[in-house]
């Protein structure tokens, strides 16, 4: 599944930079602290998040949804930045 997100995202720049946005806002926390040392997200929040979605937790999503989630999550940060909305 990697491989064809890794293709499609080639294919597709903007979805790249989307899948970035994504792949940084789900990271774990103090990652740079504990081996491998990458932005990853912890397992238990993936596990998570496919669970409240797709009520499995090893449920694949297909790239349709996957770009549809990435596209719904920019949009939402916009509206947050036009409206003054900030995270804390």
């Not at 549809?68 to 916009?78: F, H, I, K, V």
């Amino acid at each position: 599944m990697l491989v064809r997100i890794a293709a499609h995202a080639l294919a597709h720049p903007r979805l790249a930079w989307l899948l970035l946005g994504a792949a940084w806002r789900f990271r774990a926390r103090d990652w740079y602290r504990r081996p491998p040392y990458l932005p990853l997200p912890p397992a238990g929040y993936l596990e998570w998040r496919l669970h409240t979605a797709y009520g499995d937790e090893a449920a694949v999503p297909t790239l349709k949804e996957l770009r549809r989630y990435l596209e719904w999550a920019a949009s939402m940060r916009r509206v947050g930045r036009s409206t003054g909305w900030t995270r804390k």
